[in-house]
C-alpha cells in the first residue's frame, strides 16, 4: 500500500496573522483515489490545496510527494513534481485556441517557432482520450463553461499531471456536463491519477468520492472511506452541529395574488404562465436550458419578449425596465451575484443602500447618519457576519453576499422577489441561514418565486412547484404531493 | 476538405476593421477626384509609414491588456536626437543606432515601471511621454533640426529614396513611386506579426491580456514578456521617428506630438480593445490605413484639416459600434461554432 501513497501531509499548521488557518492537518492520497474535502467556507480547504500548490509555504509540518520530502514548494516545484490545480474560475485565454491554451508556457517548438500543427494533433489525441470530440484548433471563447474545464483537464494530462486537484468543479456545470466530467474522472482513475475534490454538493461524495475528509475552523475533523458515511453524518461533521431541520420553511396564509406572468412568450420560451401569491414561497424546476432565468430576466424586463404580460401587485409592467418593475416592489437575485447583483468595489453599506439612495435622501444629499442607522439595522436583522459595515463586497462569503443582495432589496421596499438559484456555491451552514432568512420574508407577506436546479431544496422550501422543460410550463404540483422522480420525469418531457 | 476548412476559417480571422476600410477607400476612390491614381496611393502609403509603426506597436500592448501612450514622444526624441547627432557630423549609421537604442531603453524603462514599481501603465507611460517630448524640445531648442548633406549622411539619401518607379504617363499623379522607407515599414511589420503569429509572442501577450494570474500559473514569466512588449513598442517608435526624419529631411521637435492618439485611434478601430486580451497587428494597420484614406481624400477636397479630426472621431465611433455589432453576432454564432467543431474533430478522426 506504501507505494500506491502519491502523497501526504504531516502535521500541517499554518498560520497568517491573527488567524490559525490550519491546524495539525495530516491527510494523504493514493495512486487512483478521488478524495474529498469538504468543510464550510472558511473551514481551511482551499488553503490546504495552496500549501499543496506552493501559493502558500506550511507553517509547521510535511509535505511529502511519493515518499519524498518537499522541502521548498513553489509553483514552479509542485507543477514540476506533476501536481496539478483546476480552479473554479478557469484559466484559460478566450481568444486562443484549444492546442495554444493546453501548451500556453510550454509550448513544443520547432527551431524558434511554435510547432503549431504538433500542439494541435498532440492536443487532439489528449482530447480524445479523455472522450471529448472537439478540434483542438476551436478557439476557446466558443467552447462551454464544460467545455473549458474538459480543456484544463487535457491541459493538466499534458504536463503528466500525477495530482489533480478539483476546486467546485460542478458549480456551474449542466447536469450531462456533470455527467460528463465524472466519466472523466472515473477515467483518470483508472490511470492512477490521484485527485483531491473540494465540493459544496455534498450528494456528489457518494457518487464519486472513495474518501472524505471534513475540516472544520482549520481543523481536521474526520477522514473516512465513503461507505462509513451518511449524508447527515457529513452534515453533522461539517457544521459541527446537528442541523435538524435543513428547511425551516412551514406553509403560510396565502394572500392576494402578487406576481401574475400570463401567456410570457420570448426568444427561448413560450406561453409561460405563473403566479405567486403573498405569503407564498414558487419553486421553479427543470433542467438546464428550460428557460427557467430567461423567463425571470424578461418578466423582470431585463430582456425583451414578444407576447404576454407580467403584472405586479395587480399592476402591469411595461416590459424592459426593470428601473420600473422596482419601483412597484420586484426584484431579481440573479444566479450569478458576483456580476450581476453586487457591486463587488463597494462596500456592505453602499451595495444596501444603493437602489434606495433616491428614496432615502430626497433633497439629493446624502444623509450619512441616517444611511448607517438603516444600514446597522438591516446587517442586524438579516444577521449578515461581517466585522463591519465598511468591509467591501469582494471579501465576502456566498452566503453572506447573498444576504446583503437581500438587503438592498429589502430596502427598496420590495415585495416579490425573484430568486435564481438561491444557494449556489454556499456551505451547508449559510445555506440554512438564506432558507431561514426566505422563511421570514414570505411571514412577512412577500412572494418569492425561487428557481433552483437542487431538487431537494425546490422540495424543501416550495408551496408550489413549477416544473418548465423545453421554454414551456409543463406542469404545475403542490409540493406536500411531489416528490423527486415526479418532477425529474415532467422536467425530461419536453426536452 | 482540409482547404475549405482553412479558407473559412480564414475568414472568420478577418478583423472587422477589413470593412470598414474597404468602405472608406471606395468612398474615396468614388466621390473624390485624383484619390485613385497610382501618383496619390503612392504618396497616401508613405505618409501613413510612421503611424501604421506607431499603431502596431500601441495594438501590441493594448492586447497585453497595457497602453503605450509615450510612442508618440519617442517619435519626437529620437528623431531630434537623430538629427543633432547628424548636425553634428556623426555617420548617420550611428545616429540611427543610437535612436532605435533609446527607444528601446524608453521601452525598458516603462516596463521596469509598470512591472517592478507597479505603476499603471497609462500613468507610466504618460509620464515619460513627457519626459520624451521635454528632451526633445530641451535638445531642439523648440526648432526644426537639420543637417547638411555630407558623405557621412549617404545612409540618409539612400534610405529615403526610391526602391521603384514606375512611369505611367506623363504626370505626377500616374506615376507609382515605392520608397524604401514604405519597403522598411512593410519589412518591420512583416516581421512583428511573424513573431507574433509564430513563437510565442503571439499567445503570450493574450494570455497577459486576458487575465495575468493566468498566464503566470501557466508558468509565463509575467514580468519579463511586458518588458519584452514594451521594448518592442519604444523600437517601433524610434523607427517611425527614422522614417518621418527621413522623409522631411529634417526634424521638428513637435513632429510626434499627438501621434500617441491617432495610434490609439487606428488600433481601437482595428478591434484591439482597451481591456486586451484580443486584436490583431494586421487589424492595426488597416486601422492606420483607414485614417490615412480620409486624410487624404479630405486635403484633395480641399477640406479645412481641422475638419479631418472631427472626422476620424466619427469613424471611430461607427467603426466602434459596428466592431460591438460583430462581438454580438460572434457570441450568437458560438454554438455553431462548437457543434461545427465537434463535427470536424470527429470526422478527423474518421480519416
Known amino acids: 500500500m506504501a507505494e500506491n501513497k502519491l502523497l501526504e501531509f504531516r502535521h500541517i499548521s499554518k498560520s497568517f496573522p491573527g488567524v490559525k488557518a490550519l491546524e495539525d492537518i495530516n491527510v494523504d492520497l493514493y495512486k487512483g483515489e478521488v478524495h474529498i474535502l469538504v468543510g464550510e467556507n472558511g473551514a481551511g480547504k482551499s488553503t490546504l490545496m495552496k500549501v499543496l500548490s506552493g501559493a502558500y509555504e506550511a507553517t509547521t509540518g510535511e509535505l511529502y510527494v511519493e515518499g519524498k520530502k518537499i522541502e521548498k514548494n513553489s509553483p514552479r516545484i509542485s507543477e514540476e513534481l506533476g501536481i496539478s490545480m483546476i480552479y473554479q474560475e478557469l484559466n484559460l485565454v478566450p481568444e486562443l485556441s484549444i492546442a495554444s491554451n493546453i501548451y500556453l508556457g510550454h509550448e513544443l517548438r520547432k527551431g524558434p517557432f511554435v510547432d503549431t500543427a504538433a500542439q494541435e494533433k498532440r492536443a487532439n489525441e489528449i482530447l480524445s482520450e479523455i472522450g471529448v470530440q472537439i478540434d483542438s484548433r476551436t478557439l476557446v471563447k466558443h467552447l462551454s463553461i464544460g467545455a473549458q474545464q474538459m480543456v484544463e483537464i487535457a491541459k493538466a494530462l499534458s504536463r503528466n499531471a500525477k495530482v489533480i486537484v478539483f476546486d467546485e468543479p460542478t458549480s456551474s456545470l449542466t447536469d450531462s456536463e456533470i455527467e460528463e466530467l465524472f466519466n472523466i474522472i472515473r477515467l483518470l482513475k483508472k490511470r492512477s491519477v490521484g485527485m483531491f475534490y473540494i465540493s459544496h454538493r455534498l450528494e456528489e461524495l457518494f457518487v464519486i468520492g472513495d474518501r472524505v475528509t471534513v475540516l472544520r475552523d482549520g481543523r481536521q475533523i474526520k477522514t473516512d472511506v465513503i461507505s462509513n458515511m451518511t449524508m447527515d453524518s457529513v452534515i453533522e461533521s461539517i457544521a459541527g452541529r446537528k442541523i435538524e431541520n435543513l428547511f425551516p420553511h412551514t406553509r403560510k396564509q396565502a394572500g392576494e395574488p402578487m406576481l401574475e406572468i400570463c401567456g410570457l412568450t420570448g426568444e427561448k420560451f413560450s406561453n409561460v404562465s405563473m403566479m405567486v401569491r403573498a405569503g407564498e414561497i414558487v419553486g421553479v424546476s427543470g433542467l438546464v436550458g428550460a428557460g427557467r432565468s430567461e423567463v425571470a430576466r424578461a418578466a423582470f424586463g431585463v430582456d425583451p419578449y414578444t407576447a404576454g404580460e407580467v403584472r405586479v401587485c395587480g399592476q402591469r409592467l411595461p416590459g424592459n425596465s426593470p428601473a420600473r418593475a422596482n419601483r412597484l416592489g420586484m426584484c431579481l437575485l440573479p444566479e450569478d451575484r458576483k456580476v450581476e447583483g453586487l457591486a463587488l468595489a463597494l462596500s456592505i453599506r453602499e451595495n444596501i443602500v444603493i437602489s434606495s439612495l433616491k428614496a432615502m435622501n430626497p433633497s439629493g444629499i446624502v444623509g450619512q447618519k441616517k444611511e448607517r442607522e438603516v444600514v446597522q439595522q438591516s446587517i442586524r436583522d438579516l444577521g449578515i457576519a461581517t466585522s463591519s459595515m465598511e468591509k467591501l463586497a469582494k471579501f465576502l462569503s456566498g452566503g453572506t453576499q447573498q444576504k446583503v443582495v437581500v438587503a438592498k432589496w429589502l430596502l427598496s421596499q420590495s415585495k416579490v422577489f425573484i430568486f435564481d438559484e438561491p444557494t449556489r456555491g454556499i456551505d451547508v451552514g449559510a445555506k440554512s441561514s438564506i432558507y431561514q432568512l426566505m422563511d421570514d420574508l414570505v411571514g412577512q407577506g412577500a412572494a418569492i418565486l425561487m428557481i433552483s436546479s437542487d431538487l431537494t431544496e425546490i422540495l424543501g422550501m416550495s408551496d408550489r412547484i413549477y416544473v418548465m422543460s423545453g421554454g414551456s410550463v409543463v406542469g404545475e404540483v403542490d409540493s406536500a404531493d411531489a416528490n423527486q422522480n415526479d418532477i425529474l420525469q415532467m422536467a425530461f418531457s419536453n426536452v | ?351
Open chain 2, 1 to 351: 476538405m482540409e482547404k475549405k476548412r482553412n479558407a473559412s476559417s480564414m475568414l472568420n480571422r478577418i478583423p472587422g476593421v477589413t470593412y470598414i476600410f474597404l468602405i472608406v477607400f471606395v468612398a474615396a476612390s468614388i466621390g473624390v477626384p485624383k484619390f485613385f491614381t497610382v501618383g496619390n496611393l503612392s504618396t497616401m502609403l508613405l505618409q501613413a509609414c510612421t503611424l501604421t509603426l506607431l499603431s502596431v506597436a500601441m495594438a501590441l500592448s493594448l492586447m497585453m491588456g497595457s497602453i503605450d501612450l509615450s510612442v508618440g514622444g519617442v517619435v519626437s526624441m529620437g528623431g531630434v536626437i537623430m538629427a543633432y547627432c547628424m548636425r553634428e557630423g556623426m555617420h548617420a549609421g550611428f545616429a540611427l543606432l543610437i535612436g532605435l537604442f533609446i527607444g528601446a531603453m524608453f521601452g525598458l524603462f516603462n516596463g521596469l515601471m509598470v512591472t517592478k514599481l507597479r505603476v499603471p501603465a497609462f500613468i507610466a507611460t504618460f509620464g515619460s511621454m513627457g519626459i520624451a517630448q521635454s528632451i526633445a524640445n530641451t535638445i531642439s531648442d523648440e526648432r526644426t533640426i537639420s543637417w547638411t548633406p555630407g558623405p557621412h549622411t549617404r545612409l540618409i539619401d539612400f534610405l529615403g529614396d526610391k526602391a521603384l518607379s514606375i512611369e505611367l504617363g506623363a504626370d505626377a499623379a500616374q506615376r507609382l513611386t515605392i520608397s524604401n522607407l514604405l519597403v522598411i515599414t512593410a519589412i518591420a511589420v512583416g516581421v512583428v506579426w511573424l513573431l507574433f503569429r509564430k513563437t510565442t509572442l503571439g499567445s503570450n501577450i493574450y494570455a497577459l491580456g486576458a487575465n495575468e494570474e493566468t498566464a503566470r500559473l501557466s508558468g509565463i514569466d509575467v514580468s519579463k514578456w511586458r518588458i519584452i512588449v514594451f521594448m518592442i513598442s519604444g523600437l517601433l517608435a524610434a523607427l517611425g521617428g527614422i522614417v518621418v526624419m527621413i522623409r522631411s529631411n529634417s526634424v521638428q521637435p513637435t513632429i510626434g506630438a499627438n501621434l500617441e492618439f491617432q495610434a490609439c485611434v487606428a488600433a481601437v478601430l482595428g478591434g484591439n480593445v482597451m481591456e486586451g486580451g484580443k486584436g490583431s497587428v494586421p487589424g492595426a494597420v488597416l486601422g492606420a490605413l483607414t485614417l490615412y484614406t480620409i486624410r487624404s481624400a479630405m486635403s484633395l477636397l480641399g477640406i479645412d484639416t481641422s475638419w479631418v479630426q472631427v472626422v476620424i472621431g466619427m469613424v471611430l465611433v461607427i467603426g466602434m459600434v459596428l466592431n460591438n455589432m460583430a462581438a454580438h453576432q460572434e457570441k450568437k454564432n458560438s454554438q455553431a461554432t462548437l457543434s461545427r467543431a465537434r463535427a470536424q474533430h470527429s470526422s478527423g478522426k474518421g480519416a
